[in-house]
């Protein structure tokens, strides 16, 4: 199981109230019930993010939302005792794999989702939108891969998005006119790994100009007994 929340329902004792805390592995969608999990739903590709709805409670609204790999992306699931209802949010405008989900605490009133993708930054959609469709988050992401997202603890007030990327923290704001801000952030790298940094043959700062460009011309065998 690669994903899990736990809704504000979850209760460690006693042994009935240890539900609503849901999981996500494949394809397949789990509640958690005292010591066992129960399966939902299968999704038609792999669970990669979930997220619960801010204003949830039982009965009036145990709903969360879950993202998959592939087209529609977004799930609505509404987790009611009488049955489980699963609603297929297929908007335009998502062109990257999503990897997490968050929604301000103000989701009740301004039902916005925001999407950390593979390869096209944050996005953001806003279900209360006569035609809902994914679009930039804070401007126009930096030349970075995104990996993780939080919103800020005071985002009904600040409206700050924070990313991380792979080489650190970004900072922006839902607000017009935004743009990232990608923070200093110190870095360790591998030597043994030299797929985390790249240098051109002819590049002054390149620690080993022998080394064969590009690198799929290197063997790991080759590579190894360098050191």
């Known amino acids: 199981m690669l994903q899990m929340v736990v809704a504000p329902t979850f209760q460690a004792e006693p042994p009935s109230a240890r539900t609503d805390a849901y999981g996500g592995g494949g394809i397949q969608l789990f509640r958690l ?29 145990p709903r969360l939302y879950v993202g998959i790999s592939e087209a529609p992306f977004l799930l609505e699931v509404l987790d009611d005792p009488a049955g489980i209802t699963v609603i297929e949010h297929d908007y335009p405008g998502m062109d ?62 600040d409206r700050m998005l924070v990313a991380g990327t792979q080489y650190g923290i970004a900072v922006s704001h839902d607000l017009p006119g935004a743009s990232w801000t990608l923070l200093a952030t110190p870095i360790v790298l591998s030597t043994r790994h030299v797929g985390f940094t790249f240098f051109s043959p002819l590049d002054p700062d390149n620690p080993d100009p022998s080394r064969p460009w590009p690198w799929t011309m290197a063997s790991w065998e080759a590579l190894d007994s360098r050191g």
């Open 33 to 61: 019930e005292d010591d066992a999990w129960l399966r939902l739903w299968n999704t038609d590709s792999p669970i990669v993010a979930l997220l619960v709805d801010p204003d949830w409670s039982r009965p009036a609204n």
């Open 96 to 157: 990257g794999e999503i990897l997490a989900l968050a929604a301000g605490p103000d989701f009740g009133v301004r039902p916005v989702i925001y999407a950390i993708t593979w390869g096209s930054g944050m996005k953001r959609l806003d279900l209360s939108s006569p035609s809902p469709v994914w679009e930039q988050a804070g401007g126009p992401f930096p030349q970075v891969w995104g990996n993780s997202m939080q919103l800020s603890p005071d985002f009904v007030n």
